[in-house]
């Protein structure tokens, strides 16, 4: 019914930058939260950021001031630009957003974009 694509991900050193994608295509009438979530090797994932309907964001302590969601609805994407990026942002991101479409609310999750933070 719905699909997410990320991209963006890749390996960039200490200090560096990237901006993550994510599209949504699909039976969409209407997109509430949009987050970024990411799992680092042997731990839980975990909610980066958000960002709401109407626009208000939300950040993780350890990625506050460094990081900023943004969203377009016209194009139903979200993206997040990471920057100062360390090696202990290292993870696979995931977008995860709160769809609804004609019929149902659907939690839907993308399939994940790897970021490797390394010199």
């Known amino acids: 019914q719905v699909q997410l694509v990320e991209s963006g991900g890749g390996l960039v050193q200490p200090g560096g930058s990237l901006r993550l994608s994510c599209v949504t295509s699909?039976?969409?009438?209407?997109?509430?939260?949009m987050d970024w979530y990411r799992q680092a090797p042997g731990k839980q994932r975990e909610l980066v950021a958000r960002?709401?309907?109407?626009?208000?964001?939300t950040y993780s302590d350890s990625v506050k001031g460094r990081f900023t969601i943004s969203r377009d609805n016209a194009k139903n994407a979200v993206y997040l630009q990471m920057n100062s990026l360390k090696p202990e942002d290292t993870a696979v991101y995931y977008c995860?957003?709160?769809?609804?479409?004609?019929?149902?609310?659907?939690?839907?999750w993308g399939q994940g974009t790897r970021v490797t933070v390394s010199s």
């Open positions: 995860h957003e709160d769809i609804y479409t004609d019929i149902e609310l659907l939690s839907s």
């Open positions: 960002i709401s309907g109407s626009g208000i964001t």
């Open positions: 699909g039976r969409i009438f209407s997109i509430n939260n």
